[in-house]
């Protein structure tokens, strides 16, 4: 574990201070509607702070947060930090019962959301603690929904309110709740502490290389609160990049002079294979490819290495986690890695049964330490997932080469036996994308009366036309040992993700079982 100083002893939004004090005409956020500095930034939270507490009268509350890629997600981030109270990240893209259970779970009295957001406003009767709801892009999508409010009806006045003095902030106190992706059960809530996320934006803002001169390009659907924080640690620029079309955010990247890439593995598959890539040409800055959310394939990160000609990687983490707890070095990555512990953190594989420490390279699960762990889940008086060591139990199995590099072989809830031989999907999916005609896939396994279950593989073929799914099922398990070769095939039109990218697995999973 290498050692890094966990990052200034300052509140959450303290972080945005010493940046709006130290680079305070440096662009914070840039998207095509304009630009902020780091000044007015932070000029910007000071009034959602205001505005925040005229409305609550000083009493802490929670305030949801739709984590829109809008430069207005990051003021009202800092901002609800700022007002002293709790800010709760909202996923604009969840369906309705999903979104029900945070607003719950949270109790959000006050909602600041987009007008794609599934409105919970005309849902109080579900909702009895929700008060106002407001729509932060109401003057560019027309008339908000009923039972809501445009933003500039809270904002019009912008108070003299003071601001609570920062030195009387318990940095261990709760400031911000994230939910889990709820793939594999009901969405908890993650509570997050300053200390957590400061201490987090210091660990990512080193593992990517970030500084004051630093560009970073986000072409992703959501805003990511790490590289909000990373970069606001930093003192670097970012660039948010709507275009879904992965060629036009390179372009966007190249015009932006952008250092940093940032994108999710389905869309840099889809660059990967997309046919214009040939001719693309990167920015002559641009130093670093970085993926996230779910595992990138070596095959797409070799690829597009090749073709852009700088260091493709990726990094793990968990909302438990701030959310970083790896990430890959560019000078020394290692395909299929997701590289060595951030600065200050503590990683080891354990045995699944019997829970002993795993010498390097066998798998087993992965638990975590750091100063980034959560404080704990909303509802849940004790943390089951963390031991009295104070080691985080990912759920997640992996192993470790000889240098502490870090490689993913899948979730525990996703592996399953086959004539008592575990087999993991990851593995078998990772083999099925090196095949040509594989657009995307995912597997799973399907009750067997013999052999407990057989390996089931959802493939969506490349290309409109009419595709044999047997060749392609045979050249994969020629690749694969006895137990994890592919017994059904099914074409699919899609795979099933949640809205940050990540398999559906469990959806699939009950309607096999059906």
Same mark, same amino acid.
């Given at each position: 574990?290498?050692?890094?100083?966990?990052?200034?002893?300052?509140?959450?939004?303290?972080?945005?201070?010493?940046?709006?004090?130290?680079?305070?005409?440096?662009?914070?956020?840039?998207?095509?509607?304009?630009?902020?500095?780091?000044?007015?930034?932070?000029?910007?939270?000071?009034?959602?702070?205001?505005?925040?507490?005229?409305?609550?009268?000083?009493?802490?509350?929670?305030?949801?947060?739709?984590?829109?890629?809008?430069?207005?997600?990051?003021?009202?981030?800092?901002?609800?930090?700022?007002?002293?109270?709790?800010?709760?990240?909202?996923?604009?893209?969840?369906?309705?019962?999903?979104?029900?259970?945070?607003?719950?779970?949270?109790?959000?009295?006050?909602?600041?959301?987009?007008?794609?957001?599934?409105?919970?406003?005309?849902?109080?009767?579900?909702?009895?603690?929700?008060?106002? $709801?407001? +729509?932060?892009?109401?003057?560019? *999508?027309?008339? =908000? @929904?009923? !039972?809501? /409010?445009?933003?500039?009806?809270? &904002?019009?006045?912008?108070?003299?309110?003071?601001?609570?003095?920062?030195?009387?902030?318990?940095?261990?106190?709760? $400031?911000? +709740?994230?939910?889990?992706?709820? *793939?594999?059960? =009901? @969405?908890? !809530?993650? /509570?997050?502490?300053?200390?957590? &996320?400061?201490?987090?934006?210091?660990?990512?803002?080193?593992?990517?290389?970030?500084?004051?001169?630093?560009?970073?390009?986000?072409?992703?659907?959501?805003?990511?609160?790490?590289?909000?924080?990373?970069?606001?640690?930093?003192?670097?620029?970012?660039?948010?990049?709507?275009?879904?079309?992965?060629?036009?955010?390179?372009?966007?990247?190249?015009?932006?002079?952008?250092?940093?890439?940032?994108?999710?593995?389905?869309?840099?598959?889809?660059?990967?294979?997309?046919?214009?890539?040939?001719?693309?040409?990167?920015?002559?800055?641009?130093?670093?490819?970085?993926?996230?959310?779910?595992?990138?394939?070596?095959?797409?990160?070799?690829?597009?290495?090749?073709?852009?000609?700088?260091?493709?990687?990726?990094?793990?983490?968990?909302?438990?986690?701030?959310?970083?707890?790896?990430?890959?070095?560019?000078?020394?990555?290692?395909?299929?890695?997701?590289?060595?512990?951030?600065?200050?953190?503590?990683?080891?594989?354990?045995?699944?049964?019997?829970?002993?420490?795993?010498?390097?390279?066998?798998?087993?699960?992965?638990?975590?330490?750091?100063?980034?762990?959560?404080?704990?889940?909303?509802?849940?008086?004790?943390?089951?997932?963390?031991?009295?060591?104070?080691?985080?139990?990912?759920?997640?199995?992996?192993?470790?080469?000889?240098?502490?590099?870090?490689?993913?072989?899948?979730?525990?809830?996703?592996?399953?036996?086959?004539?008592?031989?575990?087999?993991?999907?990851?593995?078998?999916?990772?083999?099925?994308?090196?095949?040509?005609?594989?657009?995307?896939?995912?597997?799973?396994?399907?009750?067997?009366?013999?052999?407990?279950?057989?390996?089931?593989?959802?493939?969506?073929?490349?290309?409109?036309?009419?595709?044999?799914?047997?060749?392609?099922?045979?050249?994969?398990?020629?690749?694969?040992?006895?137990?994890?070769?592919?017994?059904?095939?099914?074409?699919?039109?899609?795979?099933?993700?949640?809205?940050?990218?990540?398999?559906?697995?469990?959806?699939?999973?009950?309607?096999?079982?059906?």
């Amino acid at each position: 574990m290498s050692e890094l100083p966990p990052g200034p002893a300052v509140p959450l939004d303290g972080l945005l201070r010493l940046a709006a004090e130290r680079h305070p005409e440096q662009v914070a956020v840039r998207d095509e509607r304009g630009a902020v500095d780091y000044a007015g930034l932070d000029a910007r939270a000071d009034r959602f702070a205001r505005a925040l507490l005229r409305l609550t009268g000083g009493r802490p509350t929670a305030v949801g947060v739709a984590s829109v890629l809008d430069p207005v997600f990051a003021a009202a981030f800092y901002g609800t930090s700022r007002s002293g109270n709790r800010v709760v990240l909202v996923n604009p893209l969840v369906r309705e019962p999903v979104l029900e259970h945070v607003f719950r779970t949270a109790g959000i009295e006050i909602a600041l959301v987009s007008a794609e957001t599934r409105s919970p406003g005309g849902r109080r009767a579900a909702l009895p603690d929700l008060r106002e $709801v407001y +729509v932060v892009d109401a003057d560019r *999508t027309g008339p =908000p @929904p009923p !039972g809501t /409010r445009p933003l500039d009806d809270l &904002l019009t006045e912008d108070g003299t309110a003071a601001l609570p003095d920062p030195a009387g902030v318990d940095l261990d106190s709760v $400031v911000c +709740v994230q939910f889990t992706s709820g *793939t594999t059960g =009901p @969405p908890k !809530g993650v /509570r997050l502490t300053h200390r957590n &996320l400061v201490a987090n934006a210091a660990q990512a803002a080193h593992a990517l290389g970030l500084d004051a001169g630093s560009v970073c390009l986000n072409h992703l659907p959501l805003y990511h609160v790490m590289h909000l924080d990373s970069a606001v640690y930093a003192g670097a620029t970012q660039v948010l990049c709507h275009d879904p079309d992965p060629v036009a955010s390179v372009a966007a990247a190249a015009e932006a002079g952008a250092t940093h890439y940032f994108g999710l593995p389905v869309r840099l598959a889809r660059l990967a294979a997309d046919p214009r890539l040939a001719s693309v040409v990167p920015g002559p800055e641009l130093g670093l490819v970085r993926s996230g959310g779910s595992r990138l394939a070596p095959a797409v990160a070799a690829r597009l290495r090749e073709r852009l000609g700088v260091p493709v990687i990726q990094g793990y983490g968990l909302a438990e986690l701030s959310p970083l707890s790896h990430n890959d070095r560019p000078e020394r990555s290692k395909p299929g890695s997701v590289g060595p512990a951030v600065p200050g953190t503590e990683c080891r594989i354990v045995d699944l049964e019997t829970g002993a420490a795993l010498d390097p390279g066998r798998p087993g699960e992965v638990l975590l330490r750091g100063p980034q762990l959560m404080a704990g889940y909303l509802g849940l008086p004790d943390a089951p997932d963390i031991d009295a060591a104070g080691w985080f139990h990912t759920g997640d199995v992996g192993y470790q080469d000889e240098d502490g590099w870090l490689f993913l072989v899948d979730r525990i809830k996703d592996v399953f036996k086959v004539d008592n031989e575990l087999v993991s999907p990851s593995e078998i999916e990772q083999v099925l994308l090196q095949d040509p005609d594989v657009a995307d896939c995912v597997v799973a396994d399907l009750p067997d009366e013999f052999s407990g279950a057989v390996v089931w593989a959802g493939v969506v073929p490349a290309g409109d036309g009419p595709v044999d799914l047997n060749p392609i099922v045979a050249r994969a398990n020629a690749l694969l040992s006895d137990h994890q070769r592919i017994r059904r095939a099914e074409r699919l039109t899609a795979v099933p993700r949640s809205p940050n990218g990540k398999t559906e697995r469990t959806r699939l999973r009950e309607r096999l079982r059906a």
